[in-house]
T-cell receptor, first 115, second 115 residues
Framework: LAKTTQPISMDSYEGQEVNITCSHN???????ITWYQQFPSQGPRFIIQ???TKVTNEVASLFIPADRKSSTLSLPRVSLSDTAVYYC????????????????FGSGTQLTVLP | SQTIHQWPATLVQPVGSPLSLECTVE??????LYWYRQAAGRGLQLLFY??????ISSEVPQNLSASRPQDRQFILSSKKLLLSDSGFYLC??????????????FGSGTRLTVV
């Protein structure tokens, strides 16, 4: 299993860009990198996923260097409602063939956006 | 569209009592199903996963068990709850063919307090 390491917490102000980095030194060739957002007492919500280079969607960008040993989630112009825990996840789920690569969630990064 | 239902939302149970949490998925077939637990202020711990009816894999040996009696139904059970079983339980699903780009989809969770 690819273990991930993220900062425990980060503070930012409204309107700023926030970058959260995740280390995953043991990432395997088939592993994808997925980021989730979780609000208190809710299930995590998929934000973005990537394999290499850069991925962008309507809410975030994901930067992955060539060696894939880390990744950075970038949130442009955060607002108070972006205060949440952000999880970096590396791996692929089990497939019907029975292979059992599991996805392990670390402790995540608590992002607090201040006014 | 696919939806995931998880109930109850909150539950308070005495030590030694049984437990049954249910999760159902609509709008898809043959999903991979997962049970996660989150202790207060901690990350998500994978408890069980299932790739098909009657197929259950356990990640952590403990006081809990899981069953999948139907394709889109996943049940988490215990015969005798312990205080340490308290936590936030999350059901999730994924499809092999859509995990890339969409990842996991989580339910809204069950807050279990064992007293």
């Amino acid at each position: 299993l690819a273990k991930t390491t993220q900062p425990i917490s980060m503070d930012s102000y409204e309107g700023q860009e926030v970058n959260i980095t995740c280390s995953h030194n043991n990432i395997a060739t088939n592993d994808y990198i997925t980021w989730y957002q979780q609000f208190p007492s809710q299930g995590p919500r998929f934000i973005i996923q990537g394999y290499k280079t850069k991925v962008t969607n309507e809410v975030a960008s994901l930067f992955i260097p060539a060696d894939r040993k880390s990744s950075t989630l970038s949130l442009p112009r955060v607002s108070l409602s972006d205060t949440a825990v952000y999880y970096c996840l590396v791996g692929v789920p089990p497939f019907s063939s029975g292979s059992a690569r599991q996805l392990t969630f670390g402790s995540g990064t608590q992002l607090t956006v201040l006014p | 569209s696919q939806t995931i239902h998880q109930w109850p939302a909150t539950l308070v149970q005495p030590v030694g009592s049984p437990l049954s949490l249910e999760c159902t998925v609509e709008g898809t077939s043959n999903p991979n199903l997962y049970w996660y637990r989150q202790a207060a202020g901690r990350g998500l711990q994978l408890l069980f996963y299932s790739v098909g009816i009657g197929q259950i894999s356990s990640e952590v040996p403990q006081n809990l068990s899981a069953s999948r009696p139907q394709d889109r139904q996943f049940i988490l059970s215990s015969k005798k709850l312990l205080l340490s079983d308290s936590g936030f339980y999350l059901c999730a699903w994924s499809l092999d063919r859509t995990f890339v780009n969409y990842g996991y989809t989580f339910g809204s969770g069950t807050r279990l307090t064992v007293v």
